[in-house]
T-cell receptor, first 113, second 115 residues
Framework: AQSVTQLGSHVSVSEGALVLLRCNYS??????LFWYVQYPNQGLQLLLK??????LVKGINDFEAEFKKSETSFHLTKPSAHMSDAAEYFC???????????FGAGTRLFVKA | ETGVTQSPTHLIKTRGQQVTLRCSSQ?????VSWYQQALGQGPQFIFQ???????GRGNFPPRFSGLQFPNYSSELNVNALELDDSALYLC??????????????FGPGTRLTVL
């Protein structure tokens, strides 16, 4: 069975600082991996996805994530945080040919001025 | 904007009542999934419909049921509402290809409150 663990329910960074949100997954077969962002009272917006092409995946708004099979990790990074990045971030995993996506519990990102 | 719409935006019901939530998929998508997101938690998979048939189900009781129509719009029905059903209900549409379900695009959700 697949699972996702997001380390840290809350992360706080200063504006302009590096953003690092951690995600570890468990899957018996090569997975698809996703990062979504959710702003208050809104649905989920896809930031980026990994589907077995390049291990370093670039997404929208300068976010990127690196798939590391040996560490079963898919951490999300952004070089310089903006105030507008403050939101809830979800890591998710699904199986190729599978029908459901498993989400982590989420990490709330706070950006300080 | 993902092109996925949901209605209503907010809904208040009483315990024991029934509710129907609606979702309009993104144009060209043939698969719709429903998720329940309780406050402070990640979305939990309820079920998925592909070409009008239930394609998979999460750990939810039978009082959660759904429909997908020929135009690929969808409904989520919940009977005998319980207080714990209070949550944000998210619909996601996708285009299934030969390799399996592609990326899901989420609607804004329906906030259900059960009193």
């Amino acid at each position: 069975a697949q699972s996702v663990t997001q380390l840290g329910s809350h992360v706080s960074v200063s504006e302009g600082a590096l953003v690092l949100l951690r995600c570890n997954y468990s899957s018996s077969v090569p997975p698809y991996l996703f990062w979504y962002v959710q702003y208050p009272n809104q649905g989920l917006q896809l930031l980026l996805k990994y589907t077995s092409a390049a291990t370093l995946v670039k997404g929208i708004n300068d976010f990127e994530a690196e798939f590391k099979k040996s560490e079963t990790s898919f951490h999300l990074t952004k070089p310089s945080a903006h105030m507008s990045d403050a939101a809830e971030y979800f890591c998710a995993v699904s199986l190729r040919g599978g029908f459901k996506t498993i989400f982590g519990a989420g990490t709330r990102l706070f950006v300080k001025a | 904007e993902t092109g996925v719409t949901q209605s209503p935006t907010h809904l208040i019901k009483t315990r024991g009542q029934q509710v129907t939530l609606r979702c309009s998929s993104q144009s060209g998508h043939n698969t719709v999934s429903w998720y329940q997101q309780a406050l402070g938690q990640g979305p939990q998979f309820i079920f998925q419909y592909y070409r009008e048939e239930e394609n998979g189900r999460g750990n939810f009781p039978p009082r959660f049921s759904g429909l997908q129509f020929p135009n690929y719009s969808s409904e989520l029905n919940v009977n005998a509402l319980e207080l714990d059903d209070s949550a944000l209900y998210l619909c996601a549409s996708s285009l299934r290809d030969v390799g399996g379900t592609d990326t899901q695009y989420f609607g804004p959700g329906t906030r259900l409150t059960v009193l």
